[in-house]
C-alpha cells in the first residue's frame, strides 16, 4: 500500500470503543470513510472519546486496517448535568494542553468538526502552522439558535492558509473551501443495490413510499401524516403506502398524529431494523421521503439513487445543491399541501420518464472516488 505520508492525527467525538478482541470499533458509515484514510497514512490516530463496549452502539463495526490507534481526551461527554458541565470545564484546559503538544507528531491534522475543541485545535494548527483538513459536520450555513461556540468554530475556519483545507456540504465560495460529499458504498454495493431494485413492484397498481431514520425533532418525520392525509383530499382514487423504517423518542408522537389524521391503514411501522432489512425495503420502494429541516448531508437521499428510488427532500439547508434537476428528485416546501402535491408530481414524473438512471447520481458518491479527491486535497496542503 503506497501511503501519502507517515502521521495522521485525527480529532473525532463520534463515540468509539475497544471491543472484546481490543479492536477499535466506532459507528459503521464513520468506519467506512475512515478506512480510507487509513490507506492513505503509515499510521492514524485518533484523539476521542473512548466508551464501554458493552455501552456500544449496535451499529459499531471493526476498522478494517491495523494501523489506527485510539488515543482517549481527558474529557467526558456533556451530559447536561451540573455536575458534568463542571467537570468539563475543569478538563478542558487540560484536553487544550494535550491537544497542543501532540500536533507536533503529526504530518497532517484532521478535525472533524466538534464544536468547542475543533475551535482549539484550529486556532493550534494555524498558529503552528500545521496542515490540516477540517470536516465541517452539517451545513455550514449559518441558522437561528445556532450556538455560539458554532459561531466562532465558523469564525477561525474562515482563516485562510494554503496548508488548510475545509470540507464543507455546501458550495461556498472561499479559496480554502472544498464543497465535499461524504462517501456512500463502494462500487460493486452500489451495483447490488441496483441489481436489488430490479424486482420492483408495479407502480401503476401501488406507489410505494419510504422514509428512514431516527424519529426526532430534526428529522420532522411528524409533516408526514398530516401531509398523507392531505394526498388522501387531494387524489382520494389514488393508490399508495407509505413505509416508515426507524425508531426514536418521538415514535409515540408519530402514532398519535398517524391515528389523528386517519391514515392508520395506509402506513407500517417498521421500528428500527437492521441495514439488509432497511436495505430491502427500500429497494422495493418508488419514492422516498426526507422531509429534515436542519439536514446536513442527506444520506438518505444517495442511498435512494443506488436503490433506484426517487427522493422527494425538504426545500432546506443544502438540498437544492444536491437535488438540482428534476430527474434528481423533487424539493418541497415543508407543509402538509406541498408535500402532497410534490407525491403525485413524483408518481406523475416517474409513469412517464422512460430510462431514468438514478443510481448514476450514487456512482458519483461511491467510496473509491472519494478517496481519489480525498488525496489529491491531502497532497495539496502536504
Known sequence: ?????????????????????????????????????????????????ILPFQSANHKYALFKYNNIKLINLYSYPIDGTLSSKLKFIVLFPIVSVQLLFAIRKYDLIHIRNSALLSAVLGIFVRIFKKPSITKWAG????????????????????????????????????KHFVNFIPALMYESEIENAKNLALQKPDILKRLEIIAIGRLQYTKNFELIP??????????PEFNWHFHLVGDGHLRGEIEKLIQQYGVQDDITLYGARPFNEAQYLLAKSHV???????????????????????PLAANRGNLPDIIDSVNKGLLFEPNPIDLASKIIEAHHFLTTSKNLELSIFANALSLENFKLKLAKIINDVL
Not at 398530516?226 to 387524489?235: G, I
Not at 422516498?288 to 426517487?310: C, D, F, N, R, S
Request: glycine share 4%.
Open 1 to 49: 500500500m503506497a501511503f501519502l505520508a507517515k502521521k495522521l492525527m485525527v480529532l473525532s467525538l463520534a463515540e468509539h470503543a475497544y471491543d472484546f478482541n481490543g479492536k477499535p470499533v466506532a459507528y459503521e458509515p464513520y468506519v467506512r470513510e475512515m478506512n480510507l484514510w487509513c490507506e492513505l497514512f503509515e499510521n492514524v490516530e485518533i484523539y476521542t472519546i
Open 288 to 310: 422516498l421521503i426526507m422531509p429534515g429541516l436542519k439536514e446536513g448531508w442527506p444520506k438518505p437521499v444517495a442511498e435512494a439513487w443506488a436503490h433506484q428510488v426517487y
Open 226 to 235: 398530516m401531509a398523507l392525509a392531505e394526498l388522501k383530499k387531494l387524489k
Open 139 to 174: 451545513s455550514y450555513l449559518p441558522y437561528e439558535g445556532e450556538p455560539l461556540v458554532a459561531k466562532i468554530d465558523r469564525k477561525i475556519v474562515d482563516i485562510y492558509s494554503k496548508k488548510h483545507r475545509v470540507l464543507v456540504y455546501d458550495k461556498i465560495e472561499k
